[in-house]
């Protein structure tokens, strides 16, 4: 049974996993261009409210206390990073990410291939994810799978070392984690989401979660299984797309469950850690396991691990 409130369902680690290989990251120098700035909004910064001390939050994640944080002007990409711009990145640089050097990745299981030959382990504690051989961003279920029909998706199957190299590419940058949360709140105060405290206002689906029994079956009623295109489902008020569910997006700084009380201005996180933030919750998420599609939700994960649910969006200081 699948009760435990405070697992993360949807996130897991290459570190779970005994190495049989290890990571060849290509380092990809920073450029002067900007590419798809088109796809950038400009926000204002300001002062706003971080974080939850809700009773629907997790203390032990670190999502509170409340506190003031103070942002500098900056840009963000309205949506996430595609498949299509990965593969301009990919053919323009040569790049090889981290889940092509160690050979595997993760995948759900509704969505395993039909060779299971090709899978490496199923993870223990979370029996729904398996290390599968030959999965990466352009075979995200691996041999015989394609991303021809969903180049408008988002890339997954990528580290935050990968969305580090993309960002240099692009002349861009990862964003902090309080800049992520206060362009996905889009200037609401609190919310739990980015529209406001109802999750299906007027029985509207506004974003890609799991719907149904997890992990058992997913009713699809928001219309996705697996992840939507990129700019899916209305924007919130600055203009962001799917900053609630779709992917788990990587952010720059290392995770911490503890914060200052104090007004903070600009925080960058610790100056080193194990594991980087990740924001915005995923398509398997639902609230009966893993209630972290909330604005003030986080998670972390290692700088080298990659899954079917997470990718990541660029930013761009003003």
């Not at 580090?164 to 309080?178: D, Q, V, Y």
């Not at 206060?182 to 529209?195: M, S």
């Not at 999750?199 to 992990?215: D, R």
């Not at 009713?219 to 008020?237: I, W």
Request: proline fraction near 6%; include cysteine.
């Amino acid at each position: 049974m699948y009760s435990d409130k405070k697992s993360n369902c949807c996130s897991v680690s290459r570190s779970l996993i005994n190495q049989t290989s290890s990571s060849r990251v290509k380092e990809v120098t920073a450029v002067d261009s900007i590419k798809f700035e088109d796809k950038m909004v400009f926000l204002t910064g300001g002062d706003f409210i971080m974080g939850t001390d809700s009773d629907e939050g997790f203390p032990l994640d670190g999502e509170g206390p409340r506190r003031n944080v103070r942002i500098n002007p900056f840009q963000m990409d309205s949506y996430a990073v595609t498949n299509e711009e990965f593969k301009q990145f990919v053919n323009d640089t040569g790049y090889i990410t981290e889940a092509e050097a160690f050979g595997w990745s993760f995948v759900f299981e509704h969505f395993l291939p039909l060779n299971k030959s090709s899978i490496i382990q199923q993870l223990p504690g979370t029996p729904w994810w398996y290390a599968v051989k030959s999965v990466n961003w352009y075979q995200p279920e691996g041999e015989g799978s394609s991303i021809v029909n969903r180049m408008d998706h988002p890339v997954i199957h990528v580290s935050w070392n990968d969305a580090i190299a993309f960002s240099n590419w692009a002349g861009k940058r990862l964003p902090t984690e309080a800049e992520w949360e206060y362009a996905a709140r889009g200037g609401l105060i609190q919310n739990i989401y980015p529209w406001g405290n109802d999750l299906t206002p007027n029985g509207i689906h506004l974003c890609n979660i799991w719907q149904g029994e997890f992990p058992k079956k997913n009713t699809k009623e928001d219309g996705y299984v697996g992840t939507a295109p990129a700019k899916s489902f209305p924007p919130n008020n600055y203009g962001l797309y799917n900053v609630s569910g779709n992917i788990w997006e990587w952010c720059s700084d290392w995770f911490t469950n503890s914060h200052h009380k104090s007004v903070q201005v600009n925080p960058k996180g610790p100056d080193k850690g194990d594991s980087k933030v990740m924001r915005g919750g995923s398509y398997l998420c639902h609230k009966s396991y893993c209630n972290r599609y909330r604005v003030a939700a986080r998670s972390s994960n290692t700088p080298d691990s990659s899954t079917g649910n997470l990718g990541f969006r660029c930013a761009k200081n003003a």
